[in-house]
């Protein structure tokens, strides 16, 4: 079946960096983007951005331009988002998706999410 | 501050129906952009419910359903289950192209 599979949960001083993997099966990765959102304790969605697979081509959200880097491998059809500089308002499950074609921008299906706690 | 409003919560008793309102959805050339709704259990990763304004996946009951004017969308849950207690966020785009969630809506059942 179509699946994401996340990484686990991770715990960072502020200032340092943070790498969240995203493994794909069940369809053919290179076909799709993977989009990168996070949602802070109580809180709603927030996009970070995506990357088109088959050539590493990138959108970031504004907010995060100049903090994230998403890259993906296609040999292991695993992407990866890390975001740098963590403060603690970064705190948050960091969840990547499946974009459903490269026009339609609906997420279907989502990873499990990545738990990152920023703490001193 | 979301570019898309939703009401905090709604509420409903069982076999009721309830709506949840998502405004504020930009327009590009004269259309709006599609609306897509995720529903989110306690804990759990977001499902998508409902996507292109009023479009079901594949497993997604018929209880469910989205429609969508002008720049206002909703999503409605007819027949309200235990089982629909959940967060709901709609989602759409903003005139740059970028990706835009509703605040949620808390679905609680009496």
């Known amino acids: 079946q179509v699946q994401l599979v996340q990484s686990g949960a991770e715990v960072k001083k502020p200032g340092a960096s943070v790498k969240v993997s995203c493994k794909a099966s069940?369809?053919?990765?290179?076909?799709?983007?993977i989009a990168w959102l996070r949602q802070a304790p109580g809180q709603g969605l927030e996009w970070m951005g995506w990357i088109t697979t088959y050539n590493g081509n990138t959108r970031y959200a504004q907010k995060f331009q100049g903090r994230v880097t998403m890259t993906t491998d296609t040999s292991t059809t695993t992407a990866y988002m890390e975001l740098r500089s963590l403060r603690s308002d970064d705190t948050a499950v960091y969840y990547c998706?499946?974009?459903?074609?490269?026009?339609?921008?609906?997420?279907?299906?989502w990873g499990q999410g990545t738990q990152v706690i920023v703490s001193s | 501050q979301s570019v898309l409003t939703q009401p905090p919560s709604v509420s409903g008793a069982p076999g009721q129906r309830v709506t949840i309102s998502c405004t504020g959805i930009?327009?590009?050339?004269?259309?709006?952009?599609?609306v897509h709704w995720y529903q989110q259990l306690p804990g759990k990763a977001p499902k998508l419910l409902i996507y292109?304004?009023?479009n079901r996946p594949s497993g997604v009951p018929d209880r469910f359903s989205g429609t969508k004017s002008d720049t206002s969308a909703s999503l409605a849950i007819t027949g309200l289950q235990a089982e629909d207690e959940a967060d709901y966020y709609c989602?759409?785009?903003?005139?740059?192209?970028?990706?835009?969630f509703g605040g949620g809506t808390k679905v609680t059942v009496l």
């Open positions: 989602q759409s785009s903003d005139s740059s192209l970028s990706v835009v």
């Open positions: 069940g369809f053919t990765f290179t076909n799709y983007r």
């Open positions: 998706a499946r974009k459903a074609t490269l026009i339609d921008n609906w997420f279907d299906p």
């Open positions: 292109g304004d009023s």
């Open positions: 930009s327009s590009n050339s004269g259309a709006t952009f599609d």
